[in-house]
């Protein structure tokens, strides 16, 4: 995610920014789960289009949580601190939320994300040959 801070279900969230090789294969892992394992904009598809369909379709796939899991951690924590069991807590606060600024606000994490995630090209591509 390009934004370094945000604040979803009163808490203050920033994005993993030096991720571990668990961390990125497991990142990856959820993404090919949702389908989104090289995702291409369409010729004729706005941006806006695509990310809508790109969050479609993770929504549809039942890991949108399990993903913010993954790229979201707690303000105080360290990046070395990221671990499977911290995503998966990450994603059972994060679907449990109701409010209607905490809806927009992990609606908008996603999408910024996504768009984020596969503008910096880390797409099943990258295990390629690996």
Do not use: Y
């Amino acid at each position: 995610m390009d934004t370094s801070r945000t604040k979803i279900g009163g808490f203050e969230w920033r994005a993993v920014k030096r991720s571990t090789i668990e961390h990125q294969f497991f990142t990856m892992k959820v993404l090919l789960e949702a389908g989104l394992g090289n995702p291409r904009k369409a010729p004729t598809e706005t941006p806006e289009d695509f990310a809508t369909r790109l969050l479609n379709q993770l929504i549809l796939s039942g890991q949108a949580f399990l993903l913010l899991g993954c790229l979201l951690i707690p303000e105080h924590k360290k990046d070395a601190d990221w671990s499977p069991e911290m995503a998966n807590e990450t994603a059972t606060l994060i679907k449990a939320l109701s409010d209607d600024e905490d809806i927009t606000a992990v609606k908008q994490a996603l999408i910024g994300a996504l768009i984020s995630f596969f503008k910096a090209g880390l797409t099943f591509s990258n295990l390629e040959g690996a």
